[in-house]
């Protein structure tokens, strides 16, 4: 919408990059370099930047979290008051669309696999309102399993820095393609 009203106002110069593969360059009067090619949606968002001559790096503009310490004490002392366990693995369940989320029966058997391996083992989970079908299902899956009961710690809608600091405790972050394993 931005490129299409600078088209109405006669802007001299106006880019936009669609994050299609092959789309074309609408509304753009700037070629936008490395179209076509899959790459992380950020460096799709830079193109533009490159596109206008501005020096634009991956790296450079990844964006980071940097907790605090008293958020990382915080959430320590969550997962404790939980379950204490020197290995923690976050189960990063979340995913935009059901397609992209893993069954909640592969879970439990890869839950179970790790378990047998390390009996230290806490499994982690903080989940939105949008993963409450998921995890209900996940739920009534796990009830038939008691150990796996015990080594479980689930955190229902908390803020994405404590999120973040919960996952920061963790040995081992295992996810579908979601925010937060990005």
């Known amino acids: 919408r931005t490129a299409l009203t600078a088209q109405f106002l006669r802007s001299g110069t106006c880019v936009t990059n669609h994050h299609e593969l092959k789309g074309r360059n609408w509304f753009s009067s700037l070629e936008v370099p490395g179209r076509g090619r899959v790459k992380p949606i950020i460096d799709r968002d830079l193109d533009i930047l490159r596109a206008l001559g501005i020096q634009a790096n991956l790296e450079d503009a990844m964006p980071e979290v940097r907790l605090l310490?008293?958020?990382?004490?915080?959430?320590?002392?969550?997962?404790?008051?939980r379950i204490e366990s020197t290995h923690y693995v976050f189960l990063g369940?979340?995913?935009?669309?059901?397609?992209k989320r893993w069954p909640?029966?592969?879970?439990?058997e890869l839950m179970?696999?790790?378990?047998?391996?390390?009996s230290q083992t806490v499994f982690v989970t903080a989940t939105v309102p949008s993963d409450k079908k998921w995890m209900e299902d996940f739920l009534l899956l796990l009830t038939s399993s008691p150990d796996l009961q015990k080594s479980f710690v689930h955190f229902e809608n908390i803020r994405l820095?404590?999120?973040?600091?919960?996952?920061f405790?963790?040995?081992?972050?295992?996810?579908?393609?979601?925010?937060?394993?990005?």
């Open 69 to 81: 310490d008293i958020e990382k004490a915080d959430a320590l002392q969550k997962l404790k008051a």
């Open 93 to 99: 369940i979340g995913a935009g669309r059901p397609t």
């Open 104 to 108: 909640p029966a592969h879970v439990i």
């Open 112 to 118: 179970k696999k790790m378990l047998q391996e390390n």
């Open 161 to 167: 820095r404590q999120t973040a600091a919960i996952i």
């Open 169 to 182: 405790h963790c040995s081992l972050f295992i996810g579908n393609d979601s925010g937060l394993k990005h």
